[in-house]
């Protein structure tokens, strides 16, 4: 996601003729979005995207767990 931000920012400073980064070629400045598709094919293909996603979710449903049993009057048992 940085690596997007930053290709995005660096295409608006070569739009808007931003000193440095105007004399730079155009392979670097698109160079950070080559990068985030890399990133995204790695993280599809290896299944960290999916793997993310599911702890995620059993954090949250852990989490309405919590919050039932607090609810309850059930707190933590020891």
């Known amino acids: 996601m940085y690596t997007l931000v930053l290709g995005i920012a660096l295409v608006l400073l070569k739009y808007l003729e ?3 980064v105007v004399n730079w070629s155009w392979w670097w400045v ?3 979005f080559a990068v ?5 094919a790695w993280a599809d293909a290896s299944g960290y995207s ?3 996603a599911m702890e995620k979710m059993d954090q949250r449903k852990q989490e ?3 919050r039932a049993k ?9």
């Open 70 to 78: 607090a609810s309850m009057g059930r707190g933590q048992r020891r």
């Open 36 to 40: 985030t598709a890399a990133w995204w």
């Open 18 to 20: 931003v000193s440095p």
């Open 50 to 52: 999916k793997r993310k």
């Open 64 to 66: 309405r767990i919590d």
């Open 30 to 32: 698109l160079s950070p």
